[in-house]
């Protein structure tokens, strides 16, 4: 479920050693899925640590950027944001983050469904799962917490994944109000076939000239497919018979 370490470090070193990409992009829970033979949650993050530790002759770790996610929904607390983070900064072998995100809203949201469906059901929001227990975390409590990082020196900034208009310019108006550091980014899907993101208020929000939040995209290859690796074998069979492919 996880290419080997020297995959990994194959990776990291053509990508930025060689080519100056200076962003790495990871999350506590990462690899998905985790739990298998090969990996599990966090592993990820801990080889990014091991790399930077090998290669700290190569590569300094004020030269890379790295942005990392605290695991979304009902686990964002003001309680989790801390305890969580510090996790990361173990595993990475690091003393700060530079962009510390939220995976996915810590409310409902369609979008948090990884753009499958956005349209908005309230019944899904008025769901016990949601509401029991004096409902999501606020955004107040957020920017705070995200505030306390920063003031610790734990975090340079914070950012949101998988959100929308609502929740991006939410957080930002929040921080504003309470005098906070407002996010600095917001990360979602886009490519060249995936545009959702220009047309669902994100960019609007986004801009310089609204709240002016960094726009991070992932799948920009469309999980593979826009290399042309699957024009002739296809990224998965159907298996109608019930048996695995």
Not at 7 to 22: R, T
Not at 134 to 160: V, Y
Not at 196 to 223: D, H, I, R, T
Request: charged share 25%; proline share 5%.
């Amino acid at each position: 479920n996880a290419p080997d370490e020297k995959n990994c470090y194959d990776f990291l070193d053509l990508a930025i050693l060689k080519h100056g990409v200076n962003l790495l992009d990871t999350a506590e829970q990462y690899p998905i899925p985790s739990g298998g033979a090969k990996a599990k949650e966090g592993d990820s993050e801990r080889l990014i640590g091991k790399w930077l530790n090998d290669r700290k002759g190569s590569v300094k770790r004020e030269n890379v950027v790295i942005a990392t996610k605290i695991t979304g929904g009902k686990n964002i607390t003001p309680k989790n944001i801390k305890q969580d983070c510090i996790g990361s900064l173990k595993r990475l072998g690091t003393d700060y983050i530079d962009v510390y995100q939220m995976h996915w809203p810590q409310r409902y949201s369609p979008q948090s469904n990884w753009g499958q469906s956005l349209s908005y059901s309230i019944e899904s929001d008025a769901d016990p799962y949601w509401r029991a227990g004096g409902g999501p975390t606020s955004f107040e409590d957020i920017c705070l917490a995200m505030e306390n990082l920063i003031q610790e020196g734990k975090i340079r900034g914070w950012g949101l994944c998988n959100d929308n208009a609502y929740g991006l310019t939410a957080c930002t108006r929040t921080a504003k109000a309470l005098g906070v550091t407002p996010p600095c980014s917001i990360q979602g899907d886009f490519s060249m076939i995936d545009r959702k993101s220009e047309e669902n208020g994100v960019a609007e929000a986004a801009s310089p000239f609204n709240e002016n939040v960094g726009f991070m995209s992932y799948n920009a290859l469309a999980g593979g497919m826009l290399t042309g690796k699957y024009n002739e074998v296809p990224a998965a069979l159907d298996d109608t018979s019930g048996n695995k492919v």
